[in-house]
């Protein structure tokens, strides 16, 4: 059977399913635009696409200790925005590696600015859909931890197969994951949470590391004000924590 890599990108499908976001355009800054021009050569990785503009090539992978220039343990956010919650865990955890990923252009050039001015050298960020991220881009195994905040909950019931947090998902964030890896997630969603909550309690890769309905809140995880937003509007936060089980 041909390799799907060794297809030109022009034949091969846009895509096979659904993305978690719909990629807006946005008019950036001049600090954007600079931190863009400037800062990218060392924060932004560098992707070969497929045939949509934030794929990742299958058959395209990167070497951690070769992009960051040493072996630590990695931490992924998936989602990342504004870049609020990474920069500050990368400037706070000089030990560890991070990489944020984002499809948004503003918010992964915000990021940099902040990692730069926190000197957080130590962060790393990729423009793509993170499923493929994980799938393609990273190595089986090689991250430690996966953060997945507030992602879209599509509240629309004609929307909701769009959601991030599947079966699918799961085995693609229990490949990358090394064994003992945690995955944590956040939402301020009700329906949502328990969506997550009924796809990683079935999922095989995993298992949870919390007693009753939810996990205690993320001392990690620092307070945004997309976070705040949601408290005000009356939604209850809900977390959750698994942890990859070892590979047979």
Known sequence: MPDPADTPAEARPFRDRPVSFVRRSGRMSEAQERAWSELAPHFLLTVERDAAATSVRRGVSVVPAEVWGREAPLVVEIGSGQGHAIVHAAASAPD?????IEVFKAG?????????KAGARNLRLVEANAPEVLEHLLPEASVDELWVFFPDPWHKKKH??????TPEFAATAARALRDGGTLRLATDWEEYAHQMR????????F?????GEWADRFAGRVLTAFERKGARAGRSIRDLTYRRRARA
């Open 96 to 100: 560890r590696d991070f990489l944020a």
């Open 108 to 116: 992964l050039a915000r990021t940099m600015l902040d990692a730069d």
């Open 160 to 165: 909701t197969k769009r959601r991030l947090v």
């Open 198 to 205: 009924d796809v990683l309690d079935a999922a095989a890769g």
């Open 207 to 211: 298992e949870r590391v919390f007693e």
